[in-house]
């Protein structure tokens, strides 16, 4: 039986951040283009982290923000888990379990942030959650995605492929771990950098951009 994406990252959960580094060969400049995205002149600004997982982009949010106010949303309560202990001495923290793309949001946000989690969706639900992002965003907020993107040819996408499975390779992981990425990566339904570029202004968007990219590794950026 084909597994879900929550099945696949059930499996993982405990081992998710270890091996992040290594699965990511951009992970340094890749992170903290992200993070230095995040600006907001608020002192507690309230955040959502969009399949947030074991809560990797949150802590460095935190790092940055000591004091914003975080919301998580997984599907997979068991990453969940990972952020709970985390976060174990973190008071301005909310757990949502559900599917972010369908979610009834209740709250607005100054800033959305996401990481590795968008390219899971379908095309239409990538569109509907851009359209989301923009309705709980207060004016003037950010919303950055860090995620995975597809090549603009069959040929750039064969080449993407082959420099991380060298990567990876080189990384000092495990051939069990390396098995286990490869698998979770047939679940993988990425778009385009020019396709994301118009669901978001479509959405709303007045300020779309790349403000990073290494090979399928791109960090979109995009304010209200």
Known sequence: MELSVKQLFDKVAQDYDVQRKQLIPCFDDFYGMALNLMECSLDSPRILDLGAGTGLLS????QKYPNARLTLIDISDQMLDGARERFADAKEIEYLIGDYSSYNFTSSYDMIISSLSIHHLT????????GTVHKLLEP???????????????????YYR?????AIHQSGLSDEA???SIERRKVDINATLEDQFVWLEEAGFPVVDCMYKSLDFAVFYAQK
């Open 59 to 62: 802590g460095l949010v935190l």
């Open 123 to 130: 095309h239409a639900d990538k569109r509907k959650v851009f």
């Open 178 to 180: 390396i098995s286990a």
């Open 162 to 166: 082959e420099r991380w499975l060298e």
């Open 140 to 158: 003037g907020g950010r919303f950055i995605n860090a995620d995975q993107v597809q090549g603009r040819t069959p040929d750039t996408d064969t």
